[in-house]
């Protein structure tokens, strides 16, 4: 069942994901980081809100794994003067969820087709459930769906701000000129391409 959301949970099993973030830890107000061009504060996790920065670790594309593991931030697709792609999709997922793996599977191919238009972020968050997704895991993932745009860990569990965890995959749509949240779902669309695309 897919839900379109507008407030959004954090963990539920408090114990084993207690270094994850929570919507209640996302901060509303923090001075930017000296040097990183972001909008500035509010910040929120509900649709028309600004998501707050975000740093990861992961790999660049399936076939620059072997670069190793590089960061990445939200703050590195934020433009301002709209001078790449207008929108960024964040697709959330976890090894043990057979959906987030049907989604992997489609999202090369709607890169492909939307790529000029909209950066790709995924996100793998999980392993086992209730573990966190390890480099391995990732790196596994990578190849095994030849994703061609980054693909990063989360062990302090920040994406788990924007949706409960034991129900991805999980999708967030972010307007890069001004990185306000413009769309989510939790669970696989029927559509996943027409859901990205009714954004531009």
């Keep these: ?31 930017a980081e000296e040097g990183v061009d972001y909008p500035s504060c509010p910040y929120g996790t509900t649709i028309g809100e600004v998501v707050a920065n975000a740093t990861f670790e992961g790999f660049a594309s399936h076939d620059r794994i072997d670069e190793g593991l590089q960061t990445i931030s939200f703050a590195d697709f934020y433009d301002p003067n709209g001078e790449g792609p207008s929108l960024l999709f964040v ?12 989604e992997a599977r489609e999202l090369p191919h709607i890169f492909e087709r939307l790529g000029d238009e909209v950066a790709f972020l995924a996100v793998v968050y999980e392993g086992k459930p209730n573990v966190v997704a ?30 409960d965890k034991s129900s991805p995959p999980y999708s967030m749509v972010i307007d890069t000129k001004t990185m306000r949240i413009v769309g989510q779902v939790v669970g696989k669309p ?11």
């Design 91 to 102: 697709n959330a997922g976890a090894v043990w969820c057979a959906p987030c793996k049907e």
């Design 134 to 163: 390890t480099e391995k895991e990732v790196a596994s993932w990578v190849k095994s769906f030849k994703t061609p745009f980054f693909t990063v860990m989360d062990p302090e569990g920040q994406i788990l701000a924007y949706f």
């Design 1 to 31: 069942m897919i839900r379109h959301i507008i407030a959004l949970g954090g963990c539920l099993a408090l114990i084993a994901c207690s270094s994850y973030r929570t919507a209640e830890e996302i901060p509303g107000c923090i001075e």
């Design 190 to 200: 029927d559509d996943l391409e027409a859901f990205i695309a009714s954004h531009l």
